[in-house]
Structure formats: structure tokens, C-alpha cells
């Protein structure tokens, strides 16, 4: 009988108590908690990081993605040309000015600045004439017309083998090409350079002085 209420006390004893349960629960739920929120602020973050990269890409693709300014040659027209031929010295000059508007469209959201934009006028690959475009600014989608008036004077023609041959044939190839170096500020965040050039190859009629046509190609440089 001893024993028995001996090893029942030990037992009471042993077994933890109401107040004892009540405590450990109360340590436990913290734990719990703080577990819940840890887990509820990393799906947060993850959640913000993977839309903020959402909107990278899509302004990347949209607002912020770089397109090449279009330069395009709005009129060519042959203002003056005059050939003048000594038999006596057996020499030809050649005074001619052609004027030529070039348009820069800006397809961009963001502005585009040029710089030190030249037009140039060669004749059989020799250089025979240049103008400067100066500098400026093409605001977002906007676009602008550069007029030149390239002037050569007193050009010693039949100093060029190819001279000869055009004569035969009436016609006088020049050509006019146009340069625009620049660059776009996407943002203020970084910078895109380019230079936009454009080629045009002239054929002017000599018997009437008149130009006959031409033809204008693209091309830009990252």
C-alpha cells in the first residue's frame, strides 16, 4: 500500500501542470509568429523584386528602347551651274551650288543632341565642296529640317581622268553625303551614341545644266 501511494506521488509529481502547460504554450506562440512573419516579408520581397523587374522589361521594350533616328533627304535642287571652256589654255572650270534639305526625325521618347553635322559634296570621290549643320536638339518624336547650300567654285574639272567619259556620256555624277553625329539621354540613366549618315548619289545633265535625279541611302552607327 505503501509503494502504491509512493509511486502515485512520484507520478503527480513527474507530470507537468496546468500552470506549467499554460506557460510552455505561451513561449511557443511567439516563435510561431515570428516564423509567420518572417515567411510573410520573403514573399513580399520576392514579390516586389519579380514587379520591378516586370516594369524594367516592359519599359525596356517600350519607353526606354532606343530607335534609330530616320535622316532623310527632303529636296535636292540645282541652283547654279555654270561650265566654262578656254580652248586656248585647254582648261574647264565648273561653278555649281546645290541646295538640299535634310530632315532628322527623332522616333524616340527621349531627346536626341547633334553635333558637328556636316554635308559634303565630292565628285568622282574627290572632295569638292562642304558646309557645316551645326548643332542642336531634336525633341522626343519630333523632327527637323537642316537646309544647306553646298557651293563649288571654279572647279578644274578635266584635272579628273573621269572627266572625259562623262562628257561622252552628258552626265555628271555627284555625290552629297550627310553626317550627324549625337546622342540620346535615356533617362539620365545612360547614354546611346550614334551618327546617322545619309548618301546621295546625283546625276546632273551637262548639254542643259539641269539635275536629272536621285538617289538616297541610310545608314547608322552605334
Not at 565630292?122 to 551645326?134: E, F, M, P, T, V
Amino acid at each position: 500500500m505503501g509503494e502504491a501511494e509512493s509511486f502515485s506521488r512520484n507520478a503527480m509529481s513527474s507530470s507537468p501542470s496546468a500552470a506549467e502547460l499554460k506557460a510552455q504554450q505561451q513561449q511557443q506562440r511567439p516563435t510561431s509568429k515570428r516564423s509567420r512573419r518572417f515567411r510573410i516579408c520573403c514573399g513580399a520581397t520576392v514579390t516586389l523584386v519579380l514587379a520591378l523587374v516586370l516594369v524594367i522589361v516592359v519599359l525596356s521594350q517600350t519607353l526606354f528602347k532606343f530607335r534609330d533616328p530616320e535622316v532623310s533627304i527632303v529636296s535636292v535642287k540645282l541652283e547654279t551651274i555654270h561650265l566654262v571652256v578656254d580652248v586656248i589654255t585647254l582648261s574647264a572650270t565648273l561653278n555649281l551650288s546645290v541646295a538640299t534639305d535634310v530632315r532628322v526625325a527623332n522616333p524616340n521618347h527621349y531627346d536626341f543632341k547633334y553635333i558637328n553635322s556636316t554635308v559634303v559634296m565630292s565628285y568622282h570621290g574627290q572632295l569638292i565642296g562642304d558646309i557645316a549643320l551645326g548643332a542642336g536638339e531634336i525633341r522626343a518624336e519630333k523632327s527637323v529640317d537642316l537646309p544647306a547650300v553646298v557651293t563649288v567654285e571654279a572647279l578644274k574639272i578635266l584635272e579628273n581622268p573621269d572627266v572625259l567619259s562623262d562628257l561622252e556620256t552628258g552626265i555628271a555624277p555627284l555625290n552629297l553625303t550627310s553626317t550627324i553625329p549625337g546622342r540620346v539621354n535615356v533617362a539620365g540613366i545612360y547614354k546611346h551614341h550614334v551618327v546617322a549618315t545619309i548618301g546621295c548619289n546625283l546625276e546632273i545633265w551637262i548639254n542643259n545644266q539641269t539635275l536629272k535625279d536621285y538617289q538616297c541611302m541610310q545608314h547608322v552607327k552605334l
